[in-house]
């Protein structure tokens, strides 16, 4: 048997992590020969839950569960971690306005961020999925200097998966049969999910389907997804968020298919004139572990136009917590 890798989730008593987990436990990231060390962290008020969702794992019996390690230390949990699911956030309360959500959670991922600094590998690999996630994960990694951009990523895979789906379905194909799906921008309504890539057994996505069901259908779907799957169930996305995470640190930690890209929110480095430092969802590449933006893409007037529009909430995001920064 290999080594154990250790891999950290906060919000560990939450919903999305109630799936996360026993998806990890049953080798859903790394395949049935690779044994893992949990290492779960929450706020203080939700241990006694949590200490119910470690009770359900370890009465998996995982072959691949070697140890689960609780704590509400941010020091204690990220410890040595290989792999760091951030899921955990406050959310919006009643009178609670959106500078304030920013603020709380700013606080919360500042504080995550210096832990991280001090003691997680230098190899970590961070995925950030608690909102507002791209915000939070800048926040993250600014507070970790001694860790590098490389180690950061927001997520913007269930967007990405959301779009896959509702192309494929379009088509009458299978997902599998979409390849180089772009999600732009911010995870939030303002994203721009973009077809002029996308490629459907071999063909152009945007030859195949009309132009008013990708603008007037395709688009606001996939922006909306969340909140068409908050009001059928009355509760957030948790199953496809956290299989979209596990999708996520896989393509990152082993890479990309050849001729394919996937999208993760990434420190901008100024490519398609997106303002630097910013944390951007891109179209990328992955290969032994380095995550590369696909450069060279044509963006006309329409996307460029939807691009800024996420771009600007982004900006207005960090701007209203710079003084966290
Ligand atoms: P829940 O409210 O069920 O769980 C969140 C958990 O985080 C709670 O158990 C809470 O005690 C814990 N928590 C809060 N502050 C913490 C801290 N400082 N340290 C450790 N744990 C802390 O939310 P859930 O449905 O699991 O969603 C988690 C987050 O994912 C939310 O912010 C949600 O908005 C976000 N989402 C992000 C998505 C994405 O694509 N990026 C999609 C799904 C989801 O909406």
Known sequence: ??????????????????????RLASGALFGPEQPIVLH??????????LNGVVMELQDCASPLLYR???????????????????????PRGPGMERKDL????????SVQGKALNDVASRKVKVLVTGNPANTNALIALTNAP??????????????????????ADKCGVLATDVKNMSIWGNHSTTQYPDLH??????????????????????????QQRGAAVIQA??????????????????SWALGTPEGDWVSMGVLSDGSYAIERDLMY???VTVANGEVTIVKGLDINEFSMQRMRISETELKEERDAIRHLL
């Open 197 to 222: 890539h996308a490629k459907v057994k071999g063909q152009d996505a945007l030859s195949l389907v009309e132009r008013d069901w990708f603008i007037n259908d395709f688009i606001p779907t996939v």
């Open 40 to 49: 779960l962290l929450e706020i203080p008020q939700a241990m006694p839950v």
């Open 102 to 109: 920013l603020e709380v959670n700013a606080e919360i991922f």
């Open 233 to 250: 169930r009355g509760l957030s996305s948790a199953a496809s968020a956290a299989n979209a995470a596990i999708d996520q640190m896989r």
């Open 1 to 22: 048997m290999k080594t154990p890798v250790h891999i950290a989730v906060s919000g560990a008593a939450g919903q999305i992590s109630y799936s996360l987990l026993f």
């Open 146 to 167: 001694d860790l590098g951009p490389e180690n950061f990523s927001s997520m913007s895979r269930l967007d990405h998966n959301r779009a896959i789906s509702q192309l």
């Open 281 to 283: 969802s891109f179209p």
């Open 68 to 90: 689960v390690e609780t704590t509400d230390d941010p020091r204690i949990a990220f410890r040595n971690a290989d792999y760091v699911f951030l899921v955990g956030a406050r």
